[in-house]
């Protein structure tokens, strides 16, 4: 008789290096890269290229390993801009259809364009610029 093992661990994050997944692993060389950067290029004295490559590890460090509500801090970050863009405040207010204005024009133009073979039938010799225009 054969045994399957059924899946129990559907949504947990694969282990990739030292216990960290791959979203933690790669957040954290990126932020080492940035780190590295901040402390060789910056043209700052080397106290303030330290710091700002210390700063940059401490944001880095939160950002890969600090999981609040058992979600990852860039979750986080998203609620909070969907929710900065989203309104507060939602007014119901009954639409009034102005019905006297019914002698006023659409404020919008249709452009449909003409085919190829459409202006060549058109076109006769003699007419249209002299030449004559064939459709294969």
């Not at 216990?19 to 004295?45: H, N």
Request: glycine fraction near 8%.
């Amino acid at each position: 008789m054969n045994r399957h093992e059924i899946p129990t661990h559907l949504n947990v994050e694969d282990k990739a290096f030292a216990g960290l997944t791959m979203r933690q692993l790669l957040t954290a060389a990126v932020g080492l890269g940035l780190a590295y950067g901040a402390a060789s290029e910056l043209p700052l004295p080397m106290p303030l290229r330290m710091t700002a490559a210390g700063v940059l590890l401490m944001a880095v460090a939160l950002l890969a390993l600090w999981r609040p509500g058992d979600r990852p801090l860039e979750d986080w970050s998203f609620v909070l801009l969907r929710y900065w863009a989203v309104p507060r405040v939602a007014v119901w207010r009954p639409r009034r259809l102005d019905i006297e204005r019914k002698d006023a024009t659409p404020s919008y133009e249709v452009v449909v364009p003409e085919p190829m073979w459409a202006r060549a039938r058109t076109l006769r010799p003699g007419r249209g610029g002299g030449s004559r225009a064939t459709t294969r």
